[in-house]
Nanobody
Framework: QLQLVESGGGLVQSGGSLRLSCSVS????????LSWYRQAPGQQRRGFVA????????IYEDFAKGRFTISQESDRTKVYLQMSGLKPEDTGVYYC?????????WGQGAQVTVSS
């Protein structure tokens, strides 16, 4: 079974940068995509941020375009989210997700706090 562990969260000032990492273990050759979601304070729903698929194609939510970059290792054991130009509204818990044959596997989340 896949396990995902995020790291790299923290406190940063507005305009700053952070890089989140997600380690993927229990690798599955059927892994179709890795993605990042976030949950803002007081919100119940996790919102889509970015995705990278098995062919290294990427998709971004509009707010992430030009500021965030998703990437993965060639063996797909790690996925990253490089964030720059951070804003207070980017504050939240960031989750890594793996999609395998219709099933989602989630990490425990990493807190990102952007101060104004």
């Amino acid at each position: 079974q896949l396990q995902l562990v995020e790291s790299g969260g923290g406190l940063v000032q507005s305009g700053g940068s952070l890089r989140l990492s997600c380690s993927v273990s229990g690798g599955d050759s059927r892994l179709q995509s890795l993605s990042w979601y976030r949950q803002a304070p007081g919100q119940q729903r996790r919102g889509f941020v970015a995705l990278v698929d098995r062919n290294f194609r990427t998709i971004y939510e509009d707010f992430a375009k030009g500021r965030f970059t998703i990437s993965q290792e060639s063996d797909r054991t790690k996925v990253y989210l490089q964030m720059s130009g951070l804003k207070p509204e980017d504050t939240g818990v960031y989750y890594c997700k793996a999609y395998v044959d219709g099933y989602d596997f989630w990490g425990q989340g990493a807190q990102v706090t952007v101060s104004s």
